[in-house]
């Protein structure tokens, strides 16, 4: 293998939660007691639209929902088209700069573990005011080329136009200052089929850059965008019952144990 050990390691970006039109235009009021919901936009081929929930540890939430009128055919040609609405479907890794991601790839392809990621994929949307934000994305896929369940391996948002402007977390402090406490997030945990666990550790510990007896059994450290958050930051993998995809919050003091952020999704708040 080649030495890559320089190559940065991996920063949370995003968690991608899909809902309805409607519920999305509505959100605001559903989420005003425990979060605050900033303006997203219209994603590039005005398929889909969102709205943000911003941390202060530079991670957000997309709230995201397909457009009104689009065809089935055409939905279920996106990569979360097939997914139910109300759950997270996906998250999203990111580095400081897209040509680290090249290591990332090689890494993956080495590990043979039947996955693998494509060339990064120009992606982008318009804010509210007019502001052109532009990404590559590099998605996951396995050894036939084919897309992988969304969720059960991260996609890579590599940004072309300053995250700044994509994530404004710093220039808008008031956006993070959630009633529920929440700063940021401090774990994540995927829920994955048996005969999956042992190529996705695989996988994991190629993206990590780390060796299976050099980490926790089933458990891998991950970057904030705000290097200064004092969270656990923690991705766990284990074949068990329940969502995809758990999330848990770093919380403040009054903030809850536990809190449905929608119907159905239920995060927990760690000190």
Not at 78 to 92: K, L
Not at 128 to 141: C, S
Not at 152 to 170: A, H, I
Not at 176 to 201: C, K, M, N, Y
Request: glycine residues 8%; charged residues 25%.
């Amino acid at each position: 293998m080649s030495d890559l050990s320089n190559t940065p390691q991996p920063t949370l970006d995003h968690i991608v939660i899909l809902v309805s039109a409607k519920d999305l235009l509505e959100l605001p009021d559903r989420l005003k007691d425990s979060f605050i919901v900033s303006p997203g936009g219209t994603h590039a081929g005005g398929q889909t639209f969102n709205k943000l929930i911003l941390f202060e540890d530079g991670v957000y939430i997309e709230l995201i929902a397909f457009a009104e009128g689009i065809s089935p055919e055409e939905r279920k040609k996106h990569r979360w088209g097939r997914q139910r609405e109300n759950t997270i479907v996906d998250w999203a890794y990111t580095l400081p700069h897209e040509s680290d991601f090249a290591a990332v790839q090689q890494r993956v392809k080495d590990a043979n573990a039947g996955f693998t990621y494509k060339d990064p994929v120009p992606g982008g949307r318009t804010r509210p005011d007019g502001v052109v934000l532009k990404w590559a994305i590099g998605a996951p896929q396995d050894a036939n080329g084919n897309e992988t369940e969304p969720g059960f391996l991260p996609f890579w948002c590599l940004d072309r136009t300053p995250r700044s402007n994509r994530v404004p977390y710093e220039k808008d402090k008031a956006q993070t200052q959630h009633p529920s406490g929440a700063r940021g997030v401090s774990r994540l945990r995927l829920s994955v089929a048996q005969e999956q666990l042992s190529a996705l550790q695989g996988v994991y510990d190629a993206i990590h850059n780390v060796d299976n007896a050099a980490r926790g059994e089933d458990e891998w450290l991950f970057n904030s965008p705000n290097t200064s958050a004092n969270a656990r930051h923690i991705l766990g993998v284990a074949s068990e019952s329940g969502p995809k995809v758990k999330l848990a919050f770093q919380g403040s003091v009054g903030s809850p144990s536990f809190l449905e952020l929608l119907p159905g999704i239920v995060v927990k708040f760690e000190a």
